[in-house]
């Protein structure tokens, strides 16, 4: 394995870069592996705009977004697509006191009444839950706690503690009706794996209602590509080698949204010398460890990339395989820490490894196999 000791270096990662002209590089810094201080060097908000082009940098959701588009008025458009993004934040933070997650959370298993955005993402996350026999788990919010991933207080919580959280936990336990939802107490839901690819799926939704038909947007390394680059020709993402620096391929879209998981960018080393990184195997209530590295999810929809990227990244390489072989309306790559990489057979003309010399590492997933 050459993989953990040169990723962990990293304190700047993310798993999407983006070309916006062929050999031209722009890679967005990484909001998932920064720094404080670092952070801090960001404007809260900025807009620059040359001629049809304009580009918006902002901090949401506990990352840093840049959209970027072009044509005319963007600018105005980027800034309602930013709102947009602001709102369902409002909505959803888990520490904000008047969000309605935070409501639902600390209403001591009452019920509680649903704005319609929140009410949409809790059935399609449920959904999702359902769907890959609870990989994707919205309610681990006090297990992620008891690891310190929500406080940066990071800890190896004790195995007895991890069981009776779990008691605690469960998707199916959410008992929703219309805008009305309901969680036991002690319960509290987490839209983290979600959130993102869903805000994104908002924000196209008002350019492409405003006439803006090129443009990027990358919401902390979920990247919606919509329309072909200016001047033609589809946009070209470079995809995070997950174990070192630099991309380990280039990834050819249009009218995608493509989303990364993966254990490399938010974990720490316990006092055992072990990582554990953020996201959790919900039948465990431990980070997962299965040899992937990272998962790339292509599909329309941020929300649904968002959402299987998590997922799969839980059920590890085998179950993954399966899953996308029950529903191939997506496309998939998967990284192993031996550097093997995994693509699923319609990205297989549009996905190229930076160094040629590891393209012999690519294996095809195929329908029928
Ligand atoms: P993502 O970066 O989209 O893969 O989402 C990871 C985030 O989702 C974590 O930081 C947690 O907030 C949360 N999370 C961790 N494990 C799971 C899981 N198995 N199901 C749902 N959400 C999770
Ligand atoms: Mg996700």
């Known amino acids: ?81 930013r709102d947009r993004v602001l709102e369902l934040e409002a909505k959803w933070s888990a520490t904000e006191e008047n969000s309605e997650i935070f409501q639902l959370n600390h209403g001591n298993g009452e019920v509680i009444s649903l704005s319609c955005d929140t009410a949409d993402i809790r059935n399609f996350t449920l959904e999702i839950a359902e769907k890959t026999d609870g990989a994707l788990d919205p309610t681990l919010y006090p297990v992620l706690t008891a690891w310190g991933f929500t406080t940066k207080e990071n800890q190896i919580p004790k195995a007895a503690e991890l069981q009776t959280l779990l008691e605690n936990t469960g998707w199916e336990k959410v008992s929703s009706e219309g805008n009305q939802v309901q969680i036991p107490e002690g319960m509290e839901l987490d839209l983290g794996a979600v959130g993102k690819g869903y805000a994104g799926d908002e924000a196209a939704e008002i350019l492409k209602e405003k006439g803006i038909t090129s443009d990027l947007l990358n919401l902390g390394g979920n990247v919606q590509a919509i329309g072909s680059r200016p001047g033609g ?137």
């Open 1 to 81: 394995m050459r993989g953990n000791g040169r990723a962990r270096k990293k304190a700047l990662a993310m798993g999407i870069c983006i070309f916006l002209c062929s050999g031209n590089t722009g890679c967005f810094p990484s909001q998932k592996g920064m720094e404080e201080s670092q952070r801090g060097s960001y404007p809260e908000t900025a807009v620059s705009e040359k001629k049809e082009q304009a580009e918006l940098d902002f901090f949401a959701m506990n990352t840093y977004h840049t959209f970027s588009a072009y044509g005319s008025g963007v600018d105005t458009a980027l800034e309602e697509a």
């Open 233 to 369: 020709g589809s946009w070209r993402l470079g995809i995070r080698d997950p174990s070192g620096e630099g991309n380990i391929g280039i990834l050819e879209v249009s009218d995608q949204a493509v989303v990364t998981s993966g254990n490399y960018e938010r974990y720490f080393v316990g006092e055992d010398g072990n990582t554990y990184a953020h996201i959790l195997d919900p039948s465990t209530g431990y980070p997962v460890k299965n040899g992937l590295m990272s998962v790339t999810v292509i599909t329309k929809e941020g929300k649904k990339a968002d959402a299987l990227s998590t997922s799969l990244f839980v059920m590890g390489l085998e179950k993954a395989e399966n899953f996308w072989r029950a529903h191939p309306d997506f496309d998939m790559i998967l990284i192993t820490e031996e550097d093997e990489i995994y693509l699923t057979e319609g990205i297989r003309k549009t996905f190229a490894c930076e160094d040629p010399a590891m393209s012999k590492n690519i294996h095809i997933i195929e329908k029928g196999t």
